[in-house]
């Protein structure tokens, strides 16, 4: 569901890039918020007066445990960007992909995995075509922030009542959904298509999609938990 | 590297293999409804190097496809590096020890 060019109203594609920019600005701050917390008190408390400089003057100094954070940002990007490259056929002569925004919200936590949606979708837009530079912000807005922050929150909620997988599964199946019917409602309102026809279409073929997402979702977190990988962005 | 995340990135690498070999070509679900809306016209192609995960003159779609979609993770894991490196991290912490313990 990547928009290309030309789909979307210029002005209405840069509000939508400041909207996304703005939640995305919290989530860095939110993450980097984290890492410094993780840096222990001990080390710091150690060092004398060096050390309360660093924390007083600079935020953005943080440690090895941030290190190892962005290097499994990195590596649950990698894996979200390949598995956008493999297209399945759903039925009616269309093919659809993993989204993974749950995927990377559950295995980073919801705001370093909205980071890494983000920075698959440029990567996408600049180097493969995949999603135009013009409707990146819209894009953002659906699969990283609708697709990942919000539906995380679905994931949260379900989990505590139902367990782990059956939240996966939902969580996963309405982030498809709401991306597409966030996708289509920007196409009905900022294009020039019916928007109840474009909302209809969209949703029908993505409930489809999002089924097989949840299954590929809840295949990935198992992996990843299996292999000890500390899941929703616990700090190692 | 983690040994772990190094997993995970040649997991990519494997999954990048399949949708280079086996990959479905048929249209995704926006295409779909702006064929079927009429809407498909007002696209236009998307720009970058590796257009539809495509290296424009190779010869093979499917080592094509592969190889960009290698190069896509390269780029990927590269920003997170830099973004990593850009913020310093363990080195700084690593001489105020190194300051310490000389005191």
């Known amino acids: 569901m990547h928009i290309p060019n030309g789909l979307l109203d210029p002005k209405a594609s840069a509000g939508m890039a400041f909207a996304a920019a703005a939640v995305l600005g919290y989530c860095i701050a939110k993450v980097r918020q984290a890492l410094v917390a993780a840096v222990p008190e001990s080390i710091l408390a150690g060092a004398g007066n060096i050390a309360v400089n660093i924390t007083q003057s600079s935020k ?4 090895s445990i941030a290190e190892n954070h962005l290097m499994k940002m990195a590596a649950i990007g990698s894996l979200v960007f390949s598995a956008q490259m493999f297209n399945f056929p759903v039925a009616s002569g269309t093919s659809g992909h993993l989204l993974g925004g749950i995927l990377a919200a559950v295995a980073l936590g919801p705001f370093s995995g909205t980071i890494v949606i983000a920075i698959v979708l440029a ?17 953002m807005l659906n699969m990283a922030v609708v697709g990942t922050f919000i539906s995380y929150y679905i994931y949260y909620v379900l989990k505590q009542r139902f367990g782990f997988n059956i939240g996966i599964a939902v969580a996963s199946l309405f982030s498809v959904l709401l991306a597409s019917a966030a996708c289509a409602i920007e196409i009905g309102l900022f294009g020039t298509v019916d928007l109840y026809n474009v909302i209809s279409a969209m949703t029908l073929i993505h409930a489809r999609i999002g089924i097989a997402e949840a299954l590929l979702t809840i295949l990935a977190l198992n992996f990843l938990s299996s292999i000890d990988l500390g899941l929703e962005g616990k700090l190692e | 590297m983690n040994k772990k995340y190094l997993l995970i990135v040649l997991l990519a690498v494997v999954v990048a293999i399949l949708a280079g070999l086996i990959s479905s070509s048929l249209p995704d679900g926006l295409e779909k409804a702006s064929k079927s809306l009429g809407f498909a016209d007002k696209t236009k192609a998307g720009s970058g190097i590796f257009i539809d995960y495509q290296l424009s003159a ?17 780029i990927i894991v590269f920003i997170f590096k830099s973004i990593s490196n850009a913020t310093h991290i363990g080195e700084f912490l690593k001489k105020i020890l190194s ?3 000389n005191k």
């Open chain 1, 60 to 63: 953005k100094m943080v440690s």
């Open chain 1, 123 to 139: 990567v996408q837009s600049m180097f493969f075509g995949d999603g135009g530079i013009m409707a990146l912000g819209a894009n």
């Open chain 2, 99 to 101: 300051l310490e313990k």
């Open chain 2, 58 to 74: 190779f010869p093979f779609p499917a080592l094509s496809t592969i190889i960009s979609g290698i190069l896509g993770i390269i």
